[in-house]
Antibody, heavy 121, light 113 residues
Framework: EVQLLESGGGLVQPGGSLRLSCAAS????????MSWVRQAPGKGLEWVSA????????YYAEAVKGRFTISRDNSKNALYLQMNSLRAEDTAVYYC??????????????WGQGTLVTVSS | DIVMTQSPDSLAVSLGERATINCKSS????????????LAWYQQKPGQPPKLLIY???TRESGVPDRFSGSGSGTDFTLTISSLQAEDVAIYYC?????????FGQGTKVEIK
């Protein structure tokens, strides 16, 4: 059974940093791309970033490019999102999502429960 | 970026009646060489993460009831719930995964009339 468990969310001041983690189980991590998708309170879904199964290729939304870094450790079945220079508009629930193929150009077949990031002074 | 536009924003349907949600992309998401539309549909209930319903525009995910169906090609797509059940109350999103950034529609809220 595929399981994705996010952690690392919390309250952070504007300009601060946070590192999200996603523990994956139930599948061979290196065979699948992974992604982060966020949802601001009461709003729709917004794709944030993706990484190929090997970890070699990374992709970012324009809104986070240069501030966020996605990475993975396939030996630990883990996905990460380093978030720097956080802004109020980054406040959202961040979901870890498994992509149904090795490249990002597939759909999301499994989602974690999400972790809330609140950026406020 | 490919813009995804859903209609309507919300709809109220009687139990057992049909619900239809439309999704239009600003450019084609049909990958011609593979003859696949890179379009997926998700269901999100309150307090829960999204759940995959349909992929490749019309392939139902394992375990999804057959009252859910997807159709369309190129730029115009439809999600149909043939006989609405109480447990189908949710927000439904379409998503293109043809190119990055992957983009979602704004969502359609389905309620019981």
């Amino acid at each position: 059974e595929v399981q994705l468990l996010e952690s690392g969310g919390g309250l952070v001041q504007p300009g601060g940093s946070l590192r999200l983690s996603c523990a994956a189980s139930g599948f061979t991590s290196s065979s699948y791309a992974m992604s982060w998708v966020r949802q601001a309170p009461g709003k729709g879904l917004e794709w944030v970033s993706a990484i190929s199964g090997s970890g070699v290729s990374t992709y970012y939304a324009e809104a986070v490019k240069g501030r966020f870094t996605i990475s993975r450790d396939n030996s630990k079945n883990a996905l990460y999102l380093q978030m720097n220079s956080l802004r109020a508009e980054d406040t959202a629930v961040y979901y870890c999502a498994k992509i149904a193929g090795a490249s990002p150009l597939y759909y999301f077949d499994y989602w974690g429960q999400g972790t809330l990031v609140t950026v406020s002074s | 970026d490919i813009v995804m536009t859903q209609s309507p924003d919300s709809l109220a349907v009687s139990l057992g009646e049909r619900a239809t949600i439309n999704c239009k992309s600003s450019q084609s998401v049909l990958y011609s060489s593979k003859n696949k539309n890179y379009l997926a549909w998700y269901q999100q209930k309150p307090g829960q993460p999204p759940k995959l319903l349909i992929y490749w525009a019309s392939t139902r995910e394992s375990g999804v009831p057959d009252r859910f169906s997807g159709s369309g090609s190129g730029t115009d797509f439809t999600l149909t719930i043939s006989s609405l059940q109480a447990e189908d109350v949710a927000i439904y999103y379409c998503q293109q995964h043809y190119s990055t950034p992957q983009t979602f529609g704004q969502g359609t809220k389905v309620e019981i009339k």
